[in-house]
């Protein structure tokens, strides 16, 4: 069917005051009196209310609104007028036709008092009801569009790697397997593999946002099984602090978005302010480990550090800890020695990997390479409760 009008959505009603439109949505309530009908129309912008006196045998437009129920998805076109009295915007439409794209049945399987399993069961009618979980989806949506504006101000090339992979792309221990035909293959853990290729290959800058699999047993509703990652990998950097620097302005920035873009409908749906952190100096708040050098097997100078915590010689500060930790903090430094957690990088331009595999994953490194000069960490990152 063509339709002559094309859509306008809710929220733009008002600048076609008089002018005849074509809304398209589902019904919200519906008022069918005697001799007026009434009928809200609600679209992912916003509700309108359609009102409609009663012609009597042969107003098909009458009929229509008749057969209609909760949540069936309409298409009305009609002329936009103004009326301060409708709650709506001050604004109504009368109706000139209407067509009934999906009669939704009666009564419907949720409402406002139905429990969150059988929510879950009709997930998409509960979305279509709920602004609020609506909202989550815009607010995603709106995140990671900031966190890429800003990598690619940056200089940044975004990757999509492959989930399907030959080998573990971290750890055997922590995979999901897989059949692949006649062979074995695994849902990717990580795209750190594909990250320092492009980072060999002379791409300075990557960065992901993707999916990420972890074959971990997971009995909260923040588990690691599979959620959706931010990984950046950044060439020729000075240390660790390049790299802190550069994501928590990306977050900076993704968050303004998101502060402009939904900061009231937030407020209103959950009670929370959207807050942006202020940008800090690239100086550390945590004091740094000394570096030591110590010859590398077959390899130049490398330069070694460690943190120790005081009765617990070796396990690292955990993420809360580090961000409370000043120089009169009971974090120390000291040179390599006995079980502590040490990390070994390379001298000269290193990639993230190389220089934050310690500082922020908090992970054993191997011997770095000889060939390439890189380090890389040991895949298994400590688990956090």
């Not at 409402?111 to 929510?119: I, P």
């Not at 792309?169 to 062979?183: C, I, M, P, T």
């Not at 293959?185 to 290729?197: C, E, I, N, R, V």
């Not at 550390?284 to 390899?299: D, L, V």
Request: charge should be neutral.
């Amino acid at each position: 069917m063509i339709h002559p009008t094309s859509r306008v959505l809710v929220a733009d009603l008002r600048e076609h005051v008089g002018e005849s439109v074509s809304i398209s949505g589902w019904v919200n309530t519906l008022r069918l009196q005697s001799k007026i009908q009434f009928v809200v129309v609600r679209d992912h912008t916003g509700m309108a209310q359609v009102t409609h006196k009663r012609g009597g045998a042969g107003d098909v437009v009458e009929a229509e609104l008749e057969r209609l129920t909760t949540e069936s998805a309409v298409r009305i076109t009609g002329r936009v007028v103004d009326n301060p009295i409708v709650k709506l915007g001050g604004l109504e439409i009368i109706p000139e036709s209407v067509e009934i794209l999906n009669l939704a049945e009666t009564p419907l399987p949720i409402d406002e008092h139905t429990g969150l399993e059988q929510r879950l069961d009709w997930r998409f009618l509960d979305v279509r009801r709920r602004f609020p979980a609506q909202l989550l989806f815009a607010v995603q949506t709106t995140l990671e569009q900031g966190m890429r504006e800003y990598a690619y101000a940056q200089g940044c090339t975004e990757m999509h790697t492959p989930k399907l992979m030959g080998t573990a792309s971290e750890s055997g221990a922590e995979v999901f397997k897989l059949g692949y035909f006649d062979r074995d293959a695994y849902l990717a853990q990580s795209p750190q593999f594909f990250k320092q290729m492009a980072i060999a290959a002379g791409i300075d800058k990557v960065f992901e946002i993707g999916p990420v699999f972890r074959a971990e047993p997971s009995f909260t509703s923040r588990h690691a099984t599979e959620f959706t990652g931010v990984d950046v990998e950044l060439a020729w950097i000075s240390d660790v602090e390049d790299v802190m620097a550069f994501e928590e302005r990306m977050l900076a920035h993704a968050l303004a978005k998101v502060a402009d873009a939904h900061g009231e409908a937030i407020q209103e749906a959950f009670g929370v302010d959207v807050t942006v952190p202020s940008r800090r100096s690239r100086e550390s708040p945590w004091p740094k480990p000394r570096t030591s050098s110590a010859p590398g097997a077959g390899t130049p100078k490398a330069a070694r550090r460690t943190w120790t915590r005081r009765g617990n010689a070796g396990s690292p500060p955990t993420s809360s800890e580090r961000r409370g930790m000043s120089s009169s903090s009971s974090l120390t430094t000291r040179p390599v020695s006995g079980p502590s957690t040490t990390c070994v990088r390379s001298d000269g331009p290193t990639s993230r990997a190389a220089s934050t595999c310690c500082g922020r994953g908090w992970r054993s490194p191997r011997v770095p390479s000889v060939s390439t000069g890189t380090t890389s960490c040991s895949s298994r990152p400590p688990r956090r409760t």
